[in-house]
């Protein structure tokens, strides 16, 4: 079974970046994959997903913010998060697009002064 594990979230002040790394054994031949976000008492939602050849989309809340990057032969996606919002707190996770059964643990991403 696929298992995803995220890693590099943290504390930030509003304002500031952090970078989201996820790795895979599978990732070098899953299409698109994705990196979601699950804020306190909302639904998990899709921020922005690469294609296996590099395209990307990104929700309108992050586009200009947010890059995502993936490096197929390390088995790695990563998500560069600017000038970071206190609505973007929320426990990051990545996954497929459409998704696999398996969720990771996600990283907690906090955007607080």
């Known amino acids: 079974q696929v298992q995803f594990v995220e890693s590099g979230g943290g504390l930030v002040q509003p304002g500031g970046s952090l970078t989201l790394s996820c790795a895979s054994e599978?990732?070098?031949?899953?299409?698109?994959m994705g990196w979601y976000r699950q804020a306190p008492g909302k639904q998990r939602e899709l921020v922005a997903r690469i294609s296996i050849g590099g395209s990307s989309r990104y929700a309108d809340s992050v586009k200009g913010r947010f890059t995502i990057s993936r490096d197929n032969a390390k088995n790695t996606v990563a998500l560069q998060m600017n000038s970071l919002k206190p609505e973007d707190t929320a426990v990051y996770y990545c996954n497929a697009d459409p998704l696999f059964p398996a969720w990771g643990h996600g990283t907690q991403v906090t955007v607080s002064s």
């Open positions: 599978s990732i070098r031949s899953i299409y698109f």
